[in-house]
């Protein structure tokens, strides 16, 4: 019984520390920030949890967006831990690639896991939403709210073999 107790808290320890992580105190003005500074520091991060993680970096452009640093790092984080636990069983990399086009960047997440089935896929982003045993739901809605909260947009989208793609767009900064 301890055991259940003691597992029921570390999730609503977890879960308010997500919460305070989205709604918490932010930096009046967004600033200037290079992406790969952005996915480098979410990969450290992520690593910390899962050491095993391959990740492939395709991102050779120091291009600069506006945004709130702390926030979108942790958006990328949500969506890396998605892909590696899709990922579970399998040895294929995470690529993270960046694409330029007509001003804006985009941040392209692509894992080789399992995919969403269609069903799903329309509700990946709603709160409390999982397929998954012992999570909460949150980490994809978290990820498109703050995403949303930087002025950028997230798509999703789903392989028929498998494995899927997130990608954040922003307004890249002109020089």
Known sequence: FMSIVEEG????????RKLVSLTGSRSSIPVSVE??????????EIRKRYPQ??????????????????ELIQAIEYVLENAVEANQGYEQAISVRLIEEDGAV????EDQGIGI?????????D????????????????AKTIVERNSGQIKISSK??????VQFLFASERN
């Open 9 to 16: 808290s570390l999730l609503i320890k977890d879960f308010i």
């Open 160 to 165: 028929s073999d498998g494995g899927t793609i």
């Open 106 to 109: 985009g941040i392209i997440i």
């Open 127 to 142: 709160p409390f939403f999982t397929t998954k045993v012992d999570h909460e739901g949150l980490g994809l809605y978290f």
């Open 35 to 44: 992406v790969m500074r952005l996915v480098k520091n979410s990969e450290l």
């Open 117 to 125: 089935d269609d069903l799903n896929i329309k509700r990946v982003f």
């Open 53 to 70: 993680m391959i990740l492939e970096l395709q991102i050779n452009s120091s291009v600069k967006i506006k945004c709130y640093p702390a």
